[in-house]
């Protein structure tokens, strides 16, 4: 998906959320337990009850491998689902990848070639060759960790060089030397308050993906407040909040009513700036 | 294993070779491809005829994610038949994981209880909370990415800080907090040189895994001068030129020679420490 074809479906959706299919089979409501494959079956319901207030979904492999084989069918068939059934939705993979050259080449085939999703999230402390193999890839995007919305990105991304600079900072301003605003994205927790006015001035324009509002805590208000640029420029996630909402038979509809609250807040946001 | 069973294991086989199973379908031999399952066939042979030369396995999940779920199959049953027949190597999940804390537990339940893996590398960048869920599973270790060896590891890894110390000597230094030299490792390739005795000053007993001999370029010689402890705390791996070393129907034998050769390499550098 282009940068302009996400713009568009912002616009006519008036919505930046993403739901995230942090699908944990320890937590789906029980009656699902005896479907064939009880993690594709929640996914498609909370999809088809969502699809109407989200522009993203984003399934972290982590709660797939937790499963094995069993988790990687599930996973596959929840992405050809979407692409089937709402083409207009953009896919993330949260991998948090990154390796040496070659290996990273490989990851990129498998999300971008194999699974077709529309962007990774990838780690960025290898450096440059362990990024780069995932750009090129016409409509494809990369989603570099900048600053992360747990406690631990205190320990490293936020420590300061000799001249100042912190390394989230450092990680925004060197990337950009990889790739501009239509190959890649940045991860930024909604926890970080403030950090978004001086984030702003390293990445202007970019697309940020926003994790941490709901469970974590963080406030959609002061993302946009601090973070939305004149083209949006922000995909919040919500995963607990809107996935776990129920966990009785009603599960879909109560989710589809806590993606519709949260689509409305964002409707409001996007009235200040769009 | 325990830090003390490893130590064992090789002065045992005066080795400390771990071999890397990067196992590509387009890279082994083509009289596999008719096998049912070809990769782990191919993982099985070179498995047979390496053991005896090495201490430890390291399959790059990349290599196994790229062919999806018929990838999770091999990666399993290769994990399996090495535990099965070969209860003193040590494996290594190469994963380089990291996310937030509820995300990072379910790896560890991945990697650690359903496939019963010792060790798994994992990413710094998200910090303390990130890491350490993968700690506290008795005889497991966490692989903690420092210095790599690729040309990316100078974009952030040796960034200074205010006060002189380096991104990866921070990275050293903090995670000592977390986990001591029973339950934590460290990644420095072996193409960086005299890094390891500065490396050496801050973690003097950790056990380093050393990639990056053989196709990229670093030197046994070198590592071992400026890494090896009196309980030689390195574990050494080497990929493409032991696993791809022949093409043919010989692709084995020779893999076993090219490990012997290695082996026979440490232990002359053994002999000076151990």
């Known amino acids: 998906m282009t940068r302009q074809e996400l713009i568009a479906n912002i616009q006519r959706k008036k919505s930046f959320l993403c739901v995230g299919l942090d699908t944990d089979i320890q937590k789906i409501p029980e009656h699902l337990l005896k479907e064939e494959d009880p993690v594709f079956a929640f996914n498609k ?6 699809a109407p207030y989200c522009i993203a979904y984003k399934p972290n492999l982590a709660f797939y491998e937790a499963m094995g084989v069993k988790g990687w069918i599930a996973f596959e068939k929840t992405i050809k689902y979407i692409r089937q059934n709402y083409p207009d939705q953009f896919i993330i993979a949260d991998a948090k990848r990154g390796d040496i050259g070659n290996t990273s080449k490989l990851y990129a085939r498998t999300f971008f070639e194999t699974l ?3 962007a990774v999230t990838v780690a960025p402390y290898m450096g440059e060759d362990s990024v780069t193999p995932f750009l090129g890839h016409e409509g494809k995007w990369v989603i570099l960790l900048a600053l992360t919305s747990n406690k ?3 320990d490293f991304q936020l420590n300061e060089d000799k001249n100042g600079e912190r ?5 925004l301003r060197k990337s950009q030397e990889w790739a501009k605003e239509d190959a890649m994205m ?9 950090a978004f006015e001086d984030i702003r001035k390293i990445v202007p324009q970019h697309f940020l993906l926003v994790p941490g509002i709901g469970a974590q805590g963080g406030s ?8 939305m640029t004149k083209d949006c420029g922000l995909i919040v996630n919500s995963s607990r909040a809107i996935i776990y909402a129920s966990n009785s038979e009603d599960f ?9 609250d949260v689509q409305q807040e964002m409707e409001k946001q996007l009235k200040y700036t769009l």
């Open 252 to 260: 879909a509809e109560v989710a589809a009513q806590k993606a519709k």
């Open 220 to 227: 959609l208000e002061e993302v946009c407040r601090y973070g």
């Open 116 to 118: 077709d999703v529309d």
């Open 167 to 171: 390394l989230f900072e450092k990680v």
């Open 186 to 194: 940045y991860v930024v927790g909604a926890t970080q308050g403030k």
């Open 45 to 50: 319901a909370i999809i088809d009850a969502t």
């Open 152 to 154: 631990g990105s205190f």
